[in-house]
């Protein structure tokens, strides 16, 4: 069982999720957890809200998906928050969540709901899922993501600390809504730029991609709110980003003598395995005797893996899966001997065996090159 010890400062999950009337309906920008900011302990769990609408509310079993892997995991000292409690969902979780079926993300920025319900339950991490019906309402990106800024505002204002997982939102396509599903793609095609600007390092702000891979025709029973298959998947987009805020430890941090490309090094390891896939994590260290001011970092996966999400990085990838990592705008300047990591998500569908990756990585900036 892992033991979560409670940082100085706050976490608040984003599961924000959509509309129960009209809708229901992971790229990444935050900052690496550390083990002082991302555990609690039995006395004082991490406090995760999910936030959202009918998505995540109405009932949101993607939520007790969650709950239980986490637990299953190790993960007991966790908490889920929120003023609405369970709605069924057949198995034992916690169903404390803020996900108010109907409701748009602009009505309650534009109402100010949020901040009554941070005081109430005074979560460490939000988990958002937030958008769906707005979308569905023709409601512009730039007023969505303005209430996002809002929201992400008086979060902070609770607690300076809050970290905070967006979803770009799950694909939707109702008989009802002919634009819908372009309107959702071109919402979804906004929120990393946002993220980046709008996460610090106190408070960081991770993007986690809940479209990619979700069909509205098998994981949907209206063509918005997920069945059976999309609960399934839908927790399983939220578990990395989420297990990495409550990981105590950082990885190893690499030795002078690992793969590397200049004055820094790269070390791998494998976080968690699932069937058809597994969570990574890379840690890349300045062993130069200056500072730098960015890094670059190569995977190359073993056997036909494909990385498909990052956290606190950029991702590129080339045809062959070949992956390109460059640091977030937060975590690139490391001073001799610093290190950074960041995390991913790995398809493992057409390969077998441990996994594996060979990692390299350059550094940028360096003083006296």
């Not at 005074?122 to 730039?142: A, C, E, K, R, Y």
């Amino acid at each position: 069982m892992r033991s979560t010890r409670h940082s100085p400062i706050r976490i608040l999950p984003l599961l924000g999720m959509l509309a129960a009337l009209l809708i229901p309906s992971t790229l990444t920008f935050a900052a690496p957890a550390s083990a002082a900011t991302a555990k609690g302990t039995a006395a004082d769990p991490v406090r995760i809200m999910p936030l959202g609408d009918s998505i995540t509310g109405s009932p949101g079993c993607w939520r007790a998906v969650l709950w239980n892997r986490l637990q299953n995991a190790g993960y007991t000292d966790i908490d889920f928050v929120g003023t609405l409690g369970p709605q069924g969902c057949g198995q034992a979780h916690d169903g404390d969540n803020e996900g108010h079926g109907g409701e748009l993300v602009t009505n309650v920025a534009d109402q100010n709901l949020l901040p009554g319900r941070l005081a109430a339950t005074l979560p460490d991490i939000v988990v958002m899922h937030f958008g769906t019906n707005d979308v569905w309402s023709s409601i512009s990106p730039d007023r969505i993501l303005a209430a996002y800024t809002k929201l992400v505002g008086q979060m902070r204002a609770s607690n300076p600390d809050m970290r905070i997982l967006v979803a770009q939102i799950i694909p939707m396509n109702p008989s009802t809504c002919s634009g819908c599903a372009q309107r959702v793609v071109d919402f979804n095609a906004r929120i990393p730029a946002w993220a980046q600007a709008t996460s610090t390092s106190r408070s960081p702000v991770t993007v986690v991609d809940q479209w990619t891979g979700f069909d509205t025709a098998a994981d949907t029973y209206d063509g918005v709110h997920p069945n059976s298959s999309g609960d399934n998947k839908i927790a399983a987009r939220w578990y990395p980003a989420l297990s990495a805020l409550l990981e105590p430890g950082s990885g190893d941090p690499g030795d002078p003598g690992d793969p590397g490309d200049g004055p820094c090094s790269a070390a791998f390891r494998a976080v968690s395995v699932w069937q058809g896939g597994y969570q990574g994590e890379v840690t890349v260290t300045n062993t130069s005797a200056s500072p730098v001011s960015g890094w670059t970092a190569t995977v190359v996966p073993a056997g036909g893996t494909r990385l498909t999400q990052v956290w606190n990085g950029t991702l590129s990838t080339a045809a062959d899966g070949t992956a390109t990592v460059t640091n977030a705008n937060w975590n690139g300047t490391l001073a001799p001997g610093a290190h950074a990591t960041f995390g991913f998500v790995a398809d493992t569908s057409t390969a077998s065996g441990t996994p594996s990756a060979t990692v390299t990585c350059t550094a940028r900036g360096v003083a006296g090159r």
